[in-house]
């Protein structure tokens, strides 16, 4: 037996203030920021999938485009995250290949497949293992962020390595793309509502 | 339902609903779609062509970073390096820059950029540091393709430099090379370009480039001829040495003068010239069109060699180009032949002059006029000979002279074509070993066996003669001479005599002494009384006077 819902009790939890509101007298806003008040955050699936699916479209050019330019000593190389990766760990580096592959690969990856597992079985009103499902999307809340490592590791190289003739890199535009996709994935995060996982099939968004 | 369950109830939301029923969230995708696939777009747009180069060598060439230049531009980059199938050969796939469309034209051409040393001196250096580039050269063709054979060495000359190209036909490369300078004043104004075989493999066909605005200088009489190395003469006016500059002299090259009189407009791209091995040759007046002519001689021409010279009352006017033999089986002798060639303006404005007086039958069988002109010759008596040139190397060559009144009929051979049959006669040095030839035969006609027969026999004779003599004469000779002996020996005893009777005391000599003293005082009485006589003539009557004597005595 579930416990009852804030639903059923007429209680509804502003998402701006985060003041639990009692619909019975206010039913349309918030009493303290005057916000809209919503049961689930409005069109929760909806907007993820349409997040996830723009991020899922960048991650292409972000990955094939490359991220970074190194030129020295009148050898010129550009870089895409995969290939930078391969020339970590040829080069010896190992350990800083792997977190980069952990981050710019790994991360994202996990996000996507995660979202659209969350998102899937929202719809279907899927009642198993809602737990584990749960803590899969604060997991994603929490490596989020991590990604956007690729984004600092350009931005810093791009700006300390000027030697001029002898050496230097610039960011290309596939960095760009990549930190697009960051933000889209952790946007996507943030506009899925967890809650929707625990509701009964009949009470899901749409 | 109560009014206060209405109120606890929460009111309808006003709900507002968009178009479509669709969240504006959804454009975010939406563009990214766009985006997406705009710059997929964009990718496609660029992506130009990709081609395959095949090199002797990779060089320094590495897939995925070694570019493709134009300029120093980056058109394009190397996807791959690898071995040919056969392993013959470098295969290099690179990817094209799509604006560079124009560089897979069939006659693009590519090479591998490297540190290079030559005559012009040092190029590539950069490509130490850099590594090893591709250098491209657009072409002109309209036809494209995508496999193109890699040059080993930069091309001299690029494409829309401005100049003409031209071909130059020699009979060997020489010491010429691609790169080869081309002179014009000693100024150089080009160079050898490429060169390749004749398809009759006689040639050299060699592409020069003349670059503007020099390349005006070049008309459809220009000559070219090979500058390289030096060239040194001795004349009456001491050594000559001449070279057209230190780097011809080293690599070669090739001048090119007009001659004075030579057409003034400038030649087409592509015109082709002959290569000629000195500047003399190639300023000397053209030959113009040559003549073959036909000689057959019955005597053997030892000496005569394919070359030489033809004369013409001295003047050089052509040469032999072949000689052969020939049976004869009318006679069964073996004729022979010897074809040359005459250039009948060496003979200069004689030529042209008889082009004007002389009314040429051209005949029905469409000769040429030289043809025509040396049929009339024939005619009129046109002899060819073999001459001795040099008595030591009894090297010949071939004289044509008039004989006077020797004329033969030109019997028109079809079948000889354009090659007219010119009589011979025996040379002057064949009469002189024919003269030689008959004094020796006359020689072996004399009957010396006969003659020393007789000899013989006169000498037998004069043996017994000799014989008889001895046995006869010699010995009343010697009787005589006997007698002589006495003779001499009774005259010796006079003369001895003789000589006893002179001696210098014998009293003969004392006597002959005085006699002569007496004559001489004989002789002074004789002028005294002479004298005496002369002053005074009357003595003879009157008789020497005594007191006279005084006065005679001054």
């Known amino acids: 037996m579930t416990p009852p819902s804030a639903q059923t009790l007429g209680l509804c939890l502003c998402h701006r203030c985060r003041l639990a509101c009692s619909l019975a007298t206010h039913p349309h806003h918030c009493p303290r920021c005057g916000d809209a008040l919503h049961f689930r955050k409005p069109r929760a699936v909806s907007r993820t999938w349409a997040l996830m699916l723009a991020a899922l479209v960048l991650y292409a050019p972000a990955n094939l485009l490359p991220i970074m330019h190194t030129q020295a000593l009148q050898k010129d190389t550009s870089v895409t995250i995969l290939s930078g990766v391969v020339e970590l760990w040829q080069t010896g580096a190992w350990d800083i290949a792997v977190i980069i592959f952990v981050a710019s690969i790994g991360v994202p990856v996990t996000k996507f497949l995660v979202l659209t597992l969350l998102l899937i079985t929202v719809q279907r009103g899927n009642r198993r293992s809602r737990r584990e499902r749960t803590l899969l999307y604060r997991a994603l809340e929490l490596i989020g962020y991590w990604s956007m490592l690729d984004v600092f590791v350009a931005a810093l190289l791009s700006a300390l390595v000027q030697f001029g003739l002898f050496g230097a890199i610039e960011p290309r535009i596939g960095i760009l793309f990549f930190g697009l996709v960051v933000v889209l994935t952790m946007l996507a995060t943030q506009s899925f509502d967890p809650r929707l996982i625990w509701d009964s099939p009949d009470h899901h968004d749409r | ?554």
């Open chain 2, 1 to 554: 339902m109560t009014a206060s369950d209405k109120d606890s109830q929460p009111a309808e939301a006003d709900v507002r609903s968009r178009p479509l029923g669709l969240s504006l969230v959804w454009l975010v995708p939406i563009v990214a779609t766009i985006v997406g696939l705009s710059m997929l777009f964009k990718a496609w747009q660029e992506t130009g062509p990709t081609i395959r180069i095949s090199f002797q060598t990779a060089g320094s060439l590495t897939a995925e970073k070694s570019p493709i230049k134009y300029r120093n531009v980056v058109i394009g980059e190397v996807a791959d390096v690898k071995l040919s199938s056969d392993h013959g050969q470098v295969i290099v796939t690179a990817k094209l820059n799509r604006e560079a469309v124009d560089f897979t034209r069939q006659d693009s051409r590519y090479w591998v950029v490297r540190p290079r040393i030559g005559t012009e001196g040092i190029s590539g250096l950069d490509t130490l540091l850099s590594g090893g580039f591709i250098a491209a050269d657009p072409g002109t063709s309209a036809h494209r393709t995508e496999s193109f054979t890699g040059l080993e060495s930069p091309p001299p000359v690029t494409y829309g430099e401005p100049g003409k190209r031209f071909v130059v036909k020699a009979e060997d490369l020489g010491s010429l090379d691609i790169g080869s300078p081309i002179y014009y004043r000693k100024v150089r104004v080009g160079q050898l370009v490429s060169y390749e075989l004749d398809h009759s493999g006689d040639s050299v066909n060699m592409d020069v480039f003349v670059s503007a605005p020099n390349d005006r200088f070049v008309t459809a009489d220009t000559r070219f001829w090979n500058a390289s190395g030096i060239r040194i003469g001795v004349s009456a006016d001491g050594v000559e040495f001449d070279a057209e500059s230190l780097v011809s002299v080293v690599t070669g090259g090739i001048a090119f003068a007009t001659p004075p009189d030579g057409q003034a407009e400038p030649a087409e791209t592509d015109t082709s010239f002959r290569l000629y091995p000195t500047q003399e040759a190639a300023l000397t007046p053209d030959k113009g069109p040559a003549q073959i002519i036909r000689m057959h001689f019955g005597h053997s021409l030892r000496g005569l060699r394919e070359g030489a010279q033809v004369d013409f009352k001295g003047k050089k006017i052509g040469e032999v180009t072949e000689i052969s033999l020939d049976y004869d089986p009318v006679t069964e002798t073996f004729p022979v032949i010897v074809d040359a060639k005459v250039y009948p303006q060496l003979i200069g404005d004689a030529y042209d002059k008889l082009l004007r007086t002389q009314t040429i039958d051209v005949g029905d069988n469409q000769q040429s006029l030289t043809q025509a002109l040396f049929h009339q010759f024939v005619r009129q008596g046109l002899h060819a000979e073999a001459r001795q040139n040099n008595l030591l190397t009894g090297q010949l060559y071939v004289a044509l002279a008039f004989v006077p009144g020797a004329g033969t009929d030109v019997v028109a051979d079809k079948n000889a074509g354009a090659v007219v049959e010119i009589p011979t006669q025996f040379t002057s040095f064949d009469k002189i070993q024919d003269q030689l030839t008959d004094i020796v035969d006359r020689l072996s006609q004399i009957p010396f066996d006969r003659i020393a027969d007789n000899l013989n026999g006169s000498l037998e004779e004069l043996k017994q003669t000799l014989t008889s003599i001895n046995r006869d004469t010699l010995p009343s000779t010697r009787n005589t001479l006997q007698g002589i002996d006495i003779l001499v020996n009774e005259m010796s005893a006079t003369l001895q005599a003789a000589t006893a009777t002179f001696a210098y005391d014998s009293p003969e000599r004392q006597r002959i002494g005085h006699t002569l003293n007496e004559l001489e005082r004989m002789s002074r009485s004789v002028r005294d009384l002479s004298d005496y006589l002369r002053r005074h003539p009357e003595a003879l009557i009157r008789g020497r006077k005594e007191h006279n004597t005084g006065t005679l005595r001054p």
